[in-house]
């Protein structure tokens, strides 16, 4: 190696995951998402391997209460146009925007993600695809604990990928989230061995007990319109 290949200390802390923190961002989603099912215990997350293989499940059986039913998570990759503390020399003053945005990934749940699907629902158009919006997201604390966050997501103006957006794309490809997802729930196969396994990432701006909200599954729906949401195929 060189010594140029040796990343600065900032470089390794920097995650493709975007964590919300308080304050006004607005995304472009890019793609299509990926779902998956997981538990949460003592504040770590556990994929879910269905009814049969697991443990997490299976300690609902047990108890019978149902406290335990996996939720659903879902990836996808956005645009981060505007993130809370963005320095304003970076910022377009025409369109308020990044000038330069970034290519992350968005994993939430259903308060979020099921906004998404309502629009797509309602639009008929694939929020991931070239006809899709931008989002505000304005994220607020509302209590000291974990889960006290609220969310105002709402639909921006159609936001057609600019040249500079379409570059990046070409230059970075979207992450494959399908994979990212099927690896995840490999690595957590592999660990159940060893009993207890260490569990997922946590995501600790995620709220917990919003699983009773009856939302169509977002992936089903999004799966289900129009063909133009494999826009890296496009450019
Ligand atoms: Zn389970």
Redesign the pocket.
Known sequence: MDYTDIKNVDDKDKSMYLKLVPGKYVLRLLGKPEDY?H?WENQKK?A????DG????KK?DTDGDGS?R?RTSYVTNVFVKLAPGDDPKDIDPQTKLRKVPELMLLEKGRQIFGTFGAWARAREINPGGEKGPDWQLIVEKTGPEVRNVRYQLFPLDIAPLTNEEKKILKAQNLYDVKKIVSDRIEKYKKELDGESGPGLAVDDTDIEGLDDISLDDVDGILDEIDGDSNIDLEF
Not at 48 to 51: D, I, K, P, R, S
Not at 54 to 57: F, G, L, M, Y
């Open positions: 099912k538990h556990y879910c391997l269905g009814m697991c443990p997490h499940c609902t335990n996996p």
